[in-house]
C-alpha cells in the first residue's frame, strides 16, 4: 500500500491520520462539472483566475504528459477526466472556491495537491489477525501455500484452473514504474511512460514491479513457479511515484488520464492516503472512468494493527464509491493485521478481498523475484482478475464491477473487512 505516512511502516503506525495532517504541494485540485469539461476548462480557468499559461493534455500524443515540460504552466488541465492542476495565489484560490458555490460556474470542487509517500513492503512475513488478540479470524478450513507450480493466491483465486489469459485487455499499474529488462516479460506487449518529472519508467523502488508481476506475470519462468494472473494482457506502466516512492495527485491523476486515453480497461493503483473524508476529484474520476468502461481498482490502506485492537479505515482513493477498494487475506484466508477496515463514509466500504501477505512475485533485477505483503499485493490480484473476466465475457466499467463482487468467495469474515469476499476467478 502507498501511505503518506512513514509511521505506518508493517501496519504499526497510530492509525489514520486526520485531514489536516496531510501533505500538499500548494497547489489546488480544481475539478469541473460535466459542463464544463465538455466546454473550455482553460478559458474558464483563465476567466477566474488569471492564469497565463495553461498546459492541457490533449496537446500530448495519447495524452502521455511530459510532466517535466509543463512544470512551469500555472495550471495543468486533463481533458478526459476533466481536472486541472492550478498554482494559485491567495487571491485566485479565493475566486475558485467562490466558483464552486455560484450555480451558474462550471465548478464542482477544489481540493488541496496532496503528496503521496511509497510504503515499501519490504518484511516478507507480517502478523495475522487471530481470535487471540481481539480480531475475527476466519473459519475456512483450508490453508493455501505455494508450490512448485503457482503462488498460493493463485490457488486462492481459482487463477490455476482459469482457461482465461487476459488476451485483449489492457492493465494500466500506476506505481513506482517496472523493471524493464526483467527476463520474465521479454516478447510482452509493454507500454511506459513516466509521470515523474525527469525520470524514465524504470522501477527503481520495486513496488511497481512487483505489482505488475502479479497482475500480468507470465504462465511460465525460468526455474520458479507461476506467479502473474493475465498473463497475455497487455501492460500499460505509468510511473506516477518516484524511485524514492514520492508523489503528488497531478501525476496519478496524470496517469489514469493516459491509461483511459490508450483503451486500458482496468487501472490498478497500489497508492492511497490515511484520509478520511472521499476526495471529490478522485470520486469524479472513478465515475468518469466507469462511464467509459474502465474500472479502477485501489489498495484500501495498511493503516490498521489489529493485534492492537486498531482496525484502521479505509484512505483516499480507495475510499471514493466508484473506486474498488481491496483488503488483504493470508494464506489461511484470515484478515491481515495490517488491512483497513471500511470507513463510515459513504463509499468507503471495502468492497472485495485479495491475497496479500507473503506474495511471491517479479522484483527487479538481479534480484529477479521477492515476496512482499500489503494490501498493495491484493490489489494486482483484483486487477489481473478483473483482465480475465473482461476477456471471457466482454465486460467492462460498472458491468465487470458487478461481476467480480457477485462471483466472489464468501468468508468467515466481516463486511466491513473483506466487502464481498474474496476474488475469484472467471472459469
Known amino acids: 500500500m502507498i501511505s503518506r505516512r512513514d509511521s505506518d511502516r508493517g501496519g504499526d503506525g497510530e492509525g489514520p491520520s486526520a485531514d489536516s495532517r496531510a501533505e500538499t504541494t500548494g497547489r489546488q485540485v480544481v475539478v469541473f462539472t460535466d459542463d464544463g469539461r465538455r466546454t473550455d476548462p482553460t478559458a474558464l480557468l483563465r476567466s477566474l483566475t488569471g492564469v497565463s499559461t495553461v498546459t492541457r493534455s490533449g496537446e500530448f500524443d495519447s495524452s502521455a504528459m511530459d510532466l517535466e515540460q509543463v512544470e512551469a504552466a500555472d495550471a495543468v488541465v486533463f481533458d478526459e477526466l476533466g481536472i486541472a492542476v492550478v498554482a494559485a495565489d491567495p487571491d485566485q484560490l479565493e475566486a475558485l472556491r467562490a466558483a464552486t458555490a455560484a450555480p451558474d460556474v462550471a465548478v464542482l470542487s477544489v481540493e488541496p495537491e496532496l503528496v503521496h509517500h511509497a510504503l515499501d513492503s519490504e518484511d516478507t512475513v507480517v502478523e495475522i489477525a487471530r481470535p487471540e488478540n481481539g480480531a475475527v479470524a476466519a473459519e475456512d478450513t483450508e490453508h493455501f501455500l505455494d508450490t512448485r507450480e503457482f503462488t498460493w493466491g493463485l490457488q486462492a483465486t481459482r487463477t490455476t484452473t482459469s482457461t482465461c489469459s487476459g488476451r485483449g485487455v489492457r492493465i494500466a499499474v500506476l506505481d ?157 484466508l484470515g484478515l491481515a493485521n495490517f488491512s483497513a477496515a471500511s470507513n463510515p463514509v459513504t463509499g468507503g466500504e471495502i468492497d472485495v478481498a485479495g491475497p496479500g501477505v507473503g506474495v511471491f512475485s517479479s522484483v527487479p533485477m538481479p534480484v529477479r523475484y521477492g515476496s512482499k505483503s500489503g494490501t498493495s499485493m491484493a490489489t494486482p490480484h483484483v486487477a489481473g482478475i478483473a483482465a480475465l473476466w473482461c476477456a471471457e465475457t466482454g465486460r467492462t466499467g460498472r458491468d465487470l464491477w458487478s461481476l467480480l463482487t457477485q462471483h466472489s468467495r464468501r468468508l468467515a469474515l466481516q463486511s466491513l473487512d473483506v466487502g464481498a469476499g474474496l476474488i475469484q476467478a472467471s472459469g
Open 176 to 332: 513506482t514504474g517496472f523493471d524493464l529488462t526483467h527476463p520474465d516479460f521479454h516478447g510482452r506487449t509493454i507500454t511506459a511512460q513516466s509521470f515523474i518529472p525527469g525520470a524514465a519508467p524504470q522501477d527503481g523502488h520495486g513496488h511497481g514491479t512487483h505489482c505488475i508481476g502479479t497482475a500480468c506475470g507470465p504462465t511460465a519462468a525460468a526455474g520458479t513457479r507461476r506467479y502473474g494472473v493475465a498473463h497475455e494482457a497487455d501492460i500499460f506502466v505509468g510511473k506516477v511515484l518516484s524511485d524514492q516512492g514520492r508523489g503528488v495527485d497531478g501525476g496519478i491523476l496524470a496517469g489514469i488520464e493516459w491509461a483511459i486515453a490508450n483503451g486500458c480497461q482496468i487501472v490498478s493503483m497500489s497508492l492511497g492516503a490515511d484520509v478520511a473524508s472521499v476526495s471529490v476529484a478522485y470520486e469524479t474520476v472513478g465515475q468518469r472512468a466507469l462511464a467509459a468502461g474502465v474500472l479502477i481498482v485501489a489498495a484500501a490502506g495498511n493503516n490498521a494493527n489489529r493485534a492492537a485492537g486498531r482496525p484502521g479505515l479505509v484512505g483516499v482513493p480507495a475510499n471514493s464509491p466508484s473506486i474498488m477498494a481491496v483488503a488483504a487475506v493470508d494464506p489461511g
